[in-house]
């Protein structure tokens, strides 16, 4: 009996071992089965971890800091250059993106202005002259980069000859003219069924009225209206009322 | 109950076309009753145009250099005047005149600027090829201008001006000039005929301006 127990014990035991192995086998294979799973897939290429590479934002900053000039307009040396409205210019061997990204100085002086033309990006930077240059004059052009570091400088000497105009200069005056002046200018002449406004001096409308049996009144309102609409204060200008066909 | 329910998606549908086909039909007709509303008010310059000899050169030359590509010295131009009916004596005037004219002007190459444009058309009308020497400046203060048999009298301010006639302007170290191409008495202003307003020695006929003699002098052919 006492043996019969003993075996007994003994089958019991195995049966508990195998049951907690058949446990543990389950868990293993639920474990395996989980981590496989949720498992990152690997990146194409090695990420670096001890290298930081600069973004391509910084790279193109670091290469627009160092762009050269390749070639300008004049050349350097040139002689004889026409002392009119011409244009000075360079190109670069990088793209420009903004006007913040380099500075160009002209020396001596202008006599009025330069514009420098706004296309971004570019690899070509053109500045206008407007109302032309000195005769006889050398003239030293330095181009700096963003930080106001020495890029690059030409010279060129303009002619004797005296230029032929400064249409450039003048159509810009004329503009600030006509906006002081006549700042409804491009929308003149107004026309509606009642009556035509037009200028007829400087800061003087002249409203012709077709139709007498209108109001004037009527005509007033809307006159000063439609300059109101142009952002034009009326009390500016002086408006003459006149019946006409 | 299947059945009801689709039916009631088709109706739903439908009403949502209908309606938006409708309000879309409303704003069309908005839009169309807006302008009949405003179909009598316009607004800007009207060209009107006028035959003049300065007129038709300087057109014809304008039209001949952009077919050409502003290559003044090429057969192009010069095949081009040809079949305009200019004589070989005006070809050969152009010629002359071309090469003075033509300065690095703003384009990056060389063009004529206005003077130049104003001294071609002299030369083609007169066969002058030495007039307008100097800058545009100096014919502000001018009392009259002349090339070959042509006089142009500076008109009084109250003159009214036609087109034909010649404008200079002050402004600027070194003026400009143009032919007035037509002009607007009623409302006080003018286009020009001219080269090199934009800064790049190219010709235009649409720029309008007032008539103000603080802007321009105007001359007027005798």
Redesign the interface.
């Known amino acids: 009996m006492g043996k019969n127990k003993i075996l007994l014990f003994i089958k019991n035991i195995k049966v508990v071992v195998v049951i907690i192995f058949l446990l543990f086998v389950v868990f293993a294979s639920l474990v395996i089965f989980l981590n496989k799973n949720s498992k990152e897939p690997e990146p194409p290429f090695p990420t670096p971890t001890l290298t930081v590479l600069p973004t391509i934002s910084e790279q193109i900053t670091q290469a627009v800091e160092k762009f050269k000039v390749i070639d300008t307009?004049p050349n350097d040396g040139q002689e004889n250059?026409?002392a009119?409205?011409?244009?000075v210019?360079f190109k670069t061997d990088l793209p420009i993106r903004s006007s913040s990204e380099f500075k160009i100085e002209i020396n001596p002086s202008l006599?009025?202005y330069w514009k420098i033309d706004d296309a971004y990006p570019t690899t070509t930077i053109?500045a206008?002259?407007?109302?032309?240059l000195k005769q006889n004059t050398v003239y030293v052009v330095t181009v700096k980069n963003k930080q106001g570091n020495f890029v690059y400088f030409w010279s060129f000497k303009t002619s004797q000859e005296?230029?032929?105009?400064?249409?450039?200069?003048?159509?810009e005056?004329?503009k600030e003219?006509?906006q002081k002046?006549?700042p409804l200018?491009?929308?003149?002449?107004?026309?509606?069924?009642s009556f035509?406004v037009?200028?007829?001096?400087?800061l003087t409308l002249k409203v012709?009225i077709n139709n007498k049996n209108i109001n004037i009144n009527i005509i007033k309102t809307e006159v000063n209206s439609w300059i109101r609409s142009k952002s034009v204060d009326p009390a500016t200008h002086t408006i003459n009322y006149v019946y006409g066909p | 109950m299947k059945i009801k329910k689709k039916l009631s998606f088709i109706l739903i549908v439908f009403f949502f076309f209908e309606f938006t086909s409708s309000s879309l039909a409303a704003s069309y007709y908005k839009d169309s009753t807006s302008q009949e509303a405003t179909a009598?008010?316009?607004?800007?310059?009207a060209e009107t145009t006028s035959s003049n000899d300065l007129i038709k050169i300087g057109e014809d030359l304008k039209d001949v250099f952009e077919k050409c590509g502003y290559a003044y010295q090429s057969d192009c131009v010069i095949n081009a005047l040809k079949t305009k009916g200019y004589t070989d004596q005006q070809v050969s005037s152009y010629r002359t005149r071309i090469g003075n004219?033509q300065?690095?002007?703003?384009?990056?190459g060389y063009g004529v600027?206005?003077?130049?444009f104003v001294a071609i058309i002299g030369a083609i009308v007169s066969g002058d090829t030495n007039s307008f020497g100097?800058?545009?400046?100096d014919y502000y203060s001018k009392q009259s201008i002349s090339f070959g048999s042509y006089t142009y009298k500076r008109l009084n301010p109250k003159d009214p001006i036609i087109a034909g006639d010649i404008g200079a302007?002050a402004?600027?170290?070194?003026?400009?000039?143009l032919i007035v191409k037509s002009v607007?008495q009623?409302?006080?202003?003018f286009i020009g005929l001219?080269?090199?307003?934009?800064?790049n020695c190219r010709v235009t006929d649409d720029?309008?301006?007032?008539i103000?003699r603080?802007?321009y002098a105007f001359f007027r052919k005798q």
Do not use: W
């Not at chain 1, 009119?84 to 244009?87: A, K, L, P, S």
């Open positions: 307009t250059v026409y009119g409205e011409t244009i210019s006599p009025y053109t206008r002259i407007f109302g032309g005296t230029p032929e105009s400064s249409s450039g200069y003048v159509r005056k004329e003219f006509i002046y006549y200018f491009d929308f003149t002449p107004y026309k509606t069924s035509v037009a200028y007829s001096d400087k012709t | 009598q008010v316009s607004v800007g310059k004219a300065a690095d002007c703003g384009n990056g600027p206005c003077l130049g100097g800058n545009a400046n302007s402004m600027g170290s070194y003026g400009h000039i607007d009623a409302s006080d202003y001219e080269s090199n307003a934009n800064g720029i309008p301006r007032p103000d603080d802007l």
